[in-house]
């Protein structure tokens, strides 16, 4: 409405210069402005999509093909929710922390113009990461995630996505990894669902 973007079908923001890859903030200030009115409808109608349906049909649960979709079922909450259904395993595909293929795929993305500001880039060591690595973490080396978008949930839940990937791809789960109950049943489960 205040005419920033538009919202996509793959309900997020889409702006002309970002594509959907912005942050949004307000401001609240007494200083008076001239505003232009836009009808609520009219940006939230996913006209800027055309007929383009790209993200809907990447999805990998299908939540986006309503004018609502359930949160709860997005991969994003999903691979950091600390409950994990042995059905849901299976989506996992590899992603370690969140989702955002309804962002990847979107055309839109594809010319948006990247930001410059360095604390949004990709680390190193997270460009191109290492399950074993990662499901072998200590207290030590689960510092350096700590730092990052994907520390906020603990180790244990990075271990624990590192360990469906490790199930996805058929490769071994070392029984060291599984240092706590939660994992070491975490373990078992994948070793059952995957037959390793
Ligand atoms: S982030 Fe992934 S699971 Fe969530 S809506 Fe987008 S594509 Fe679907
Ligand atoms: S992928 Fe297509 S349908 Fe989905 S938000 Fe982007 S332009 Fe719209």
């Known amino acids: 409405m205040a005419g920033t973007g538009s919202i996509g079908k793959n309900h997020m923001l889409i702006t002309r210069k970002y594509g959907s890859y912005v942050f949004l903030g307000e401001i609240l200030t007494d200083w008076e402005t001239i505003t232009d009115e836009r009808d609520p409808q009219d ?17 990998p649960t299908s939540i986006l093909q309503g004018e609502y979709y359930e949160t709860g079922r997005c991969m994003s909450y999903i691979t950091q929710d600390k409950k994990v259904k042995d059905e849901d395993l299976d989506l996992f595909r590899g992603r370690l922390f969140g989702c ?15 930001s410059h500001i360095a604390e ?43 360990m469906i990937a490790l199930a996805s791809k058929g490769m071994e789960i070392r029984e060291e990894y599984a240092d706590t109950e939660y994992l070491k049943d975490i373990r078992e489960r994948l070793l059952k669902r995957y037959k390793l």
């Open 43 to 59: 940006a939230m109608n996913h006209s800027i999509c055309g007929d383009c349906d790209i993200c809907q049909r990447a999805c």
């Open 100 to 114: 955002d293929t309804c962002q990847r795929v979107c055309p839109l993305n594809k010319y948006a113009e990247r």
């Open 120 to 162: 949004f880039k990709p680390l190193p060591f997270m460009r191109d990461p290492d399950l074993n690595e990662i499901a072998a973490m200590d207290n030590r080396t689960f510092k350096r995630y700590r730092e990052t978008s994907s520390g906020w949930r603990g180790k244990k839940l990075l271990k624990r996505n590192a």
